[in-house]
């Protein structure tokens, strides 16, 4: 047994110096973005925008796949199956604090992904159309007294879902939840007519506002949105303990390197910084961050608990 344990010893210090080399290799072929949602949404967008950067940084190509479904569970089974090497990355997004506690016997755990960095804060926003008769959130309350809204968002146990129980709880009103599959349909179907409000993330409607064609009652960060800074926030409404704000990011799957985490960190928050990307940023509506992984992975612990406790209490269902 001394003879094996030195021979153990020995070996482990001699794959050290392979460990090391392996990781100053790190990356030599493609990396993989694991994009858990069909193109052309602002997650989809912020995914590109960092692949583009980590392409130039890292020395490597990385191929954004898009994987959508199962209330992004299809993407993310993906990504957590992965060899944990840093060549597969995954788009993740707030929907991994939400998904453990609307969809029971996962294949995968939600909060196992090693966090690499909190790339943007989404606000979220409820979007009236520009006629709507109501002029702040206070005259939409007392409509919603005589006559409960219709209002939708992008999904069932959405981010967006949330804040509509909360904000019919707080406000001691019914609102009617119309989830889509997907928010370019919910806001289509609010611009004709059909919905009386939209709380969705800030970016999908930021150009309607902006030209007049819908108006924003709230936005639901701790400070104004720099994309809409007229929209007041629910804190200024006496509603802040009811905020929530979305996010895009970079995550890895379970096992990965926490140098190499650090690495991408640092090369994606680089990335953001130049001016075209900062600029692309800014239109989306999103704010982006400085964060290092462990903000990501506290944010992501704190928001389970407390979504876990809104999906119990309003009694929210996946899809």
Not at 20 to 26: D, E, F, S
Not at 223 to 251: D, F, I, K, M, Q
Not at 289 to 310: H, N, Q, S, V
């Amino acid at each position: 047994m001394p003879n094996l344990s030195r021979r153990a010893i020995l070996g482990a210090a001699l794959s050290l110096p392979a460990l090391h080399a392996a990781r100053a290799a790190w990356p030599d072929r493609t990396i993989r973005l694991i994009v858990p949602v069909a193109p052309g949404g602002s997650q989809d967008l912020v995914a590109r925008l960092s692949a583009r950067a980590l392409t130039e940084a890292l020395g490597q190509p990385v191929q954004v796949e898009n994987l959508p479904g199962g209330g992004s569970n299809i993407g993310y089974a993906a990504a957590a199956r992965a060899q944990p090497d840093g060549h597969t990355l995954l788009a993740g997004a707030d929907t991994l604090s939400i998904t453990g506690a609307v969809t029971p016997r996962l294949a995968f755990d939600p909060l196992g992904f090693v966090p690499i960095h909190r790339s943007v804060r989404v606000p979220q926003i409820l979007v009236v159309r520009a006629d709507h008769p109501v002029a702040d959130f206070g005259a939409w309350v007392e409509a919603a007294r005589a006559r409960p809204p219709a209002v939708g968002t992008p999904g069932n146990a959405s981010l967006a879902q949330l804040l509509v129980e909360q904000m019919a709880s707080a406000t001691d009103t019914a609102w009617t939840h119309v989830p889509y599959r997907g928010g370019a349909l919910a806001v289509n179907d609010l611009l004709a007519g059909v919905l009386q409000g939209v709380v969705i993330n800030i970016g999908a409607v930021t150009d309607h506002v902006r030209s007049g064609r819908l108006r924003g009652l709230w936005v639901s960060p701790e400070t104004r949105s720099v994309a809409l800074p007229a929209v007041p926030t629910l804190a200024e409404l006496g509603l802040g303990a009811h905020s929530v704000v979305g996010w895009h990011g970079l995550v890895a799957p379970p096992g990965t390197d926490p140098a190499i985490a650090a690495r991408i960190n640092a090369a994606n928050r680089a990335g953001q910084r130049r001016p075209e990307i900062a600029e692309r940023l800014a239109s989306l509506g999103v704010e982006p961050t400085e964060e290092g992984p462990e903000a990501l992975a506290e944010a992501i612990r704190a928001d389970a608990l407390r979504y876990a406790e809104l999906v119990r209490r309003f009694g929210v269902r996946a899809e």
